[in-house]
């Protein structure tokens, strides 16, 4: 099979139509380690805004229980982009996400802000590591399905094109990326909890590379230190590197969902009504019946 059978798929389809369809191949088979990255990312960049770290500093969340709510919110969208928003668990892992968020008061802007990250940052991941380009079925579908999924979850006002929604995320976060304190302590948290990945000795050195990987307004946004352009360069040319390395591997016949992987906060498997804050597991669960475990 060609590297690339799952491009020449893509381009026969609709991005609208077949929008379902063309993620799944896009997180499942195509970019599935740099779509992760991208949402790592994507994550980061919505906690550079003040009203939405201090909610989330409140909760106590992202501080306290730093994996399993990074755990629980790639398990629901990774829920949604393998089986499709319509599906029995898609829909029941939007279902999960409403009841969770509606607890919580969220501004309109703020919930269109966190879904644009949705579609722009794997994209423009792509257009820096990616082994190949995205095309342009590629990103419309994007749009679309996160469009979906936003009208899903009662989103309000989400812009109508893939340019327009663009646009909203630019200007959004020339507006609302400020410093706060409490951007600092959820953005701290967060990147400890991806250090703690790796060996104790190997975290020090680490670290400067994570701040690599976050651009100017996000480092002022948490008041992180800057890194050298050595260290920014050496970051870049890995990331690049490793799409070199992929583009040249056999194709991807199996897919690799972040549902599949090793989960950290459920080695033994999940299932649906494992995923929430733990102090709202209980009420959560009497209002909704979910599917069996994921093993």
Request: proline share 6%.
């Amino acid at each position: 099979m060609s590297k690339y059978h799952n491009l020449q798929r893509i381009q026969q389809l609709d991005p609208q139509k077949d929008r379902c369809k063309i993620c799944h191949l896009i997180a499942g088979y195509e970019f599935p380690w740099d779509v992760v990255r991208a949402l790592e990312i994507a994550l980061l960049r919505t906690f550079c805004v003040p009203s939405i770290s201090q909610l989330l500093n409140k909760t106590g969340e992202f501080r306290l229980h730093t994996q399993k709510r990074y755990d629980d919110t790639a398990l629901l969208v990774a829920e949604i982009i393998k089986w499709g928003y319509d599906s029995d668990r898609g829909s029941q892992a939007i279902q999960r996400m409403n009841q969770i968020h509606g607890r919580f008061p969220i501004s309109n802007e703020d919930f269109l802000y966190v879904l644009s990250t949705f579609i722009y940052e794997p994209i423009r991941w792509n257009q820096r590591f990616g082994w190949r380009l995205m095309c342009e079925t590629e990103k419309q579908a994007c749009y679309y399905f996160w469009q979906a999924i936003g009208e899903r979850m009662q989103i309000k006002n989400i812009p109508p094109n893939y340019a327009a929604f663009e646009q909203f995320n630019r200007e959004y976060e020339r507006k609302n990326f400020h410093y706060s304190s409490t951007n600092r302590q959820v953005g701290e948290a967060t990147i400890k909890m991806f250090l703690g990945w790796f060996p104790s000795w190997l975290r020090p050195v680490l670290q400067p590379g994570v701040y690599a990987m976050l651009d100017e307004k996000m480092l002022d946004a948490f008041g992180f230190p800057h890194p050298s352009p050595q260290m920014r360069s050496l970051v870049e040319n890995s990331l690049k590197l490793r799409g070199n390395l992929v583009r040249i591997l056999p194709p991807r016949t199996q897919p690799e969902f972040f549902t599949d992987s090793q989960l950290r906060s459920y080695p033994q498997g999940y299932k649906l009504t494992d995923l929430g804050p733990e102090k709202m597991l209980d009420s959560l669960n009497q209002h909704q019946s979910l599917s069996d475990d994921n093993k």
